[in-house]
């Protein structure tokens, strides 16, 4: 089996009810010494504690661990904040910072405001390029500096102090067409939310390179999977143990009530009645009314080590040189949800090393 990284997506406020006991992110160090290759955090603000800030305190109790956001967005974070943090990180880290984007979810909910429009989300891609690799980027139309009436003053913005550290890489997480196609063209890496359909990866693929190819992009750009995974013997029991992770992330494929992806019918009626019923005030919380044992298997991996490792494997071969855990039982908490992440830990990460 090829080698493949698979970075754990997780919560912070996950360290939040644990920080009564530890006081520490002694967990992250949990996670690298099981075998991960890296560890994404929310940024929810409203929901989870301030994601660089935590980034931060987890590179210091680990060496090797890719750290990143799992993921950020253009309206709470400008392209410039953003990329000072994760350069930042990627010093105090010795280069194992990564930042995941996408248009922005339950952050800016909970500020009252849907997902960025796909226009400015490219924008903002570029302009963050550039700040990461220490060009300059130049003023919207909008700047109004001027007025200040000063000695002199910036006419292009630029992260002057950037030295020579490795370029922070840029993730964007996507779904749709448009977005999928702008991340082939700008960033570093496309990290698919598109569950763990091989149909729907390829989908995704294939609208990826097209992108480049029109583009005149030669060779192929890195691509993941966020992908929810639980290691059972029972795949039933293991798929409604996972059913809110289901729902939450399941809603992405029909964010504004359209969806995306080639999915069959009894999947089209699923996603509708998700998105149509989705609580964000319960985000990640919902239970698995809506959703079908069918549904549940092709949208994560639920089952024996065997059956995991032969999904997990299926999208290797397409392509997927990463994988994402999101929603998946976590090393640190319960002692239910520890086992189930040690069968993970024990019984299938190693087929992949």
Request: aromatic fraction near 10%; glycine fraction near 10%; charged fraction near 20%.
């Amino acid at each position: 089996m090829s080698k493949v990284e698979f970075w754990h997506a997780r919560p912070t406020h996950f360290w939040h009810q644990e920080s009564k006991i530890d006081g520490s992110f002694s967990f992250a160090k949990q996670y690298e010494d099981a075998g991960f290759d890296g560890m994404l955090f929310f940024d929810t603000q409203n929901l989870a504690p301030e994601v660089y800030v935590s980034l931060a305190a987890a590179a210091k109790e680990t060496t090797t661990l890719g750290l990143g956001t799992g993921v950020t967005n253009p309206m709470t974070r400008h392209a410039a904040v953003a990329a000072a943090a994760m350069s930042t990180l990627q010093e105090l880290s010795n280069g194992r910072a990564y930042l995941g984007i996408g248009r922005g979810d339950s952050s800016l909910a909970h500020l009252g405001y849907s997902p960025i429009a796909v226009g400015k989300f490219e924008e903002y891609l570029v302009n963050l390029q550039s700040y990461l690799r220490g060009e300059e980027v130049e003023f919207p139309s909008d700047a109004n500096v001027d007025d200040l009436h000063l000695g002199d003053q910036p006419e292009g913005s630029r992260l002057q102090w950037l030295q020579n550290a490795p370029k922070v890489p840029v993730g964007v997480a996507a779904t749709g067409p448009r977005v999928i196609s702008i991340s082939a063209l700008y960033a570093d890496r496309t990290d698919f939310m598109l569950g763990a359909s091989a149909e729907r990866i390829k989908w995704g693929m294939e609208i990826a390179k097209e992108a480049r190819a029109t583009a005149g992009i030669e060779g192929d750009q890195p691509v993941s999977a966020y992908v929810n995974v639980v290691v059972h013997d029972d795949g039933e029991l293991a798929w409604q143990m996972a059913s809110a992770a289901i729902n939450s992330q399941a809603r992405f494929m029909a964010m504004h009530g359209k969806i995306n992806g080639p999915v069959s019918d009894g999947a089209r009626e699923i996603l509708n009645n998700i998105h149509d019923s989705y609580n964000m005030k319960q985000h990640g919380a919902h239970g698995n009314d809506l959703v079908t044992s069918e549904f549940a298997h092709e949208f994560g991996i639920y089952g024996p080590p065997s059956y995991c490792v032969d999904r997990l494997g299926e999208l290797v071969d397409l392509g997927i040189d990463r994988f994402i855990l999101a929603g998946c039982p976590d090393l640190a908490l319960q002692p239910e949800m520890a086992t189930l992440a040690q069968r993970f830990v024990s019984d299938v990460l190693p087929k992949f090393k």
